[in-house]
């Protein structure tokens, strides 16, 4: 299943739930339907929901301090929740390349929430990332990790595993 139908189950998850304010469970049950045939898909949404909902006070803060003209309540509900989706992503979920994390954000938020979105979203996730590679994910989250896998280094060739060849006969 494609990850993209997974991130719009889970932002409808965490809008139900912040919306509705039912238990993460019931919220699981009722809008993650149609994940339960792949245990993996279903997995990996109940985990970005969790870990959205447990880490949001601090995401918020994060959140907060790259959008220091606004006023955070007045910023869009569905953009507020992509937000903390993403950056949960950027500081928890080592596996996923930022640049996923980054394009899936923005795509979602042309998609659920206004025409602007996009690029707001995009602003917000670009800062945090430079933060996280000017400052270390540990500065801003409790227990966020660093990332590692492919897609993740860009130009700089000192924090690049070296590249092995195949040898040639």
Not at 65 to 78: G, S
Request: contains cysteine.
């Amino acid at each position: 299943m494609r990850r993209r139908i997974i991130r719009e189950k889970v932002v409808q998850a965490l809008y139900a739930h912040e919306i509705a304010g039912d238990p993460l469970e019931h919220v699981f049950a009722c809008v993650l339907t149609g994940l339960e045939d792949n245990k993996a898909a279903h997995e990996f949404a109940k985990n970005l929901v969790a870990q959205t909902v447990k880490h949001s006070a601090d995401i918020d803060k994060i959140i907060k301090a790259r959008v220091a003209n606004w006023d955070f309540k007045r910023i869009a509900i569905l953009d507020r929740l992509i937000l903390r989706m993403g950056i949960c992503e950027l500081l928890y979920f080592r596996e996923i390349p930022p640049k996923v994390t980054m394009n899936e954000a923005i795509e979602l938020a042309k998609l659920f929430s206004t025409e602007r979105s996009g690029q707001f979203v995009n602003g917000v996730l670009d800062a945090v990332l430079n933060d996280i590679k000017n400052v270390g994910p540990e500065q801003l989250g409790d227990g966020a990790v660093t990332k590692a896998g492919r897609g993740l280094y860009e130009g700089d060739t000192a924090d690049r595993p070296p590249k092995t060849r195949k040898p040639t006969t």
